[in-house]
């Protein structure tokens, strides 16, 4: 489990196929602290650490995961985002964060507003029951409220920490992100949709 607090970016220094997989070198400040069959989020997405090489660390995407997120468009030199998996003695100071990506979304739109970011979003209409107005969402692995919410778009603030410590600075309209919605609504959603049937 992860709290959608990013740790630190890494950057990709190496992608190549393997089959229907995409195996992926990526060097970060958080080598020392790695070891292989960790489980790392790397923008979001839960990824097993499964080779330690030369202060890079490897990870295997398989064709699931790479039909639901963003992972298709990584290449040398794209920055991700990483975290840690949460020790159970620590503050939960995002939210929970399973690091199973949902699916993604398209920044449609980026304001400045004199010292943060306002950046919007469309996304796929079936998943409008799990977006609700200042609900928490994990967007690209960063844990973030929403606000203006339509039946397919919504927009979350960045102040100057999270802009300058994540991948959003990098981050252009027309860019697709992860996006994992909030668990608890999940399973809410689940629940009332079965007593229906």
């Not at 400045?112 to 969402?137: C, L, P, R, V």
């Not at 252009?172 to 668990?183: H, L, M, P, R, Y």
């Amino acid at each position: 489990m992860f709290t959608g607090i990013i740790e630190q970016t890494g950057l990709i220094h190496s992608v190549e196929r393997s089959g229907t997989n995409l195996l992926c070198w990526i060097k970060s400040g958080l080598f020392p602290e790695l070891k292989v069959d960790q489980s790392l989020s790397h923008n979001g997405v839960c990824l097993t650490v499964d080779q330690l090489q030369d202060g890079l660390h490897r990870v295997t995407a398989v064709q699931e995961t790479l039909e639901k997120t963003n992972l298709v468009f990584w290449q040398p030199g794209t920055i991700v985002n990483l975290e840690r998996c949460m020790p159970l003695n620590g503050r939960l100071d995002g939210h929970i964060v399973q690091g199973h990506v949902d699916t993604t979304a398209v920044c449609t739109g980026i304001a400045a507003k004199d010292g943060s970011w306002e950046f919007n979003f469309q996304f796929d209409t079936q998943f409008a029951a799990f977006i609700i107005e200042k609900g928490s969402i994990s967007l690209n692995g960063i844990s973030l409220t929403i606000f203006n919410i339509s039946e397919d778009g919504f927009t979350v603030a960045i102040i100057p920490y999270t802009y300058m410590h994540t991948n959003m600075q990098q981050l252009k309209a027309g860019d697709s992100v992860n996006i994992e919605f909030d668990v608890i609504g999940k399973y809410v959603n689940r629940i009332t949709q079965l007593q229906k049937n």
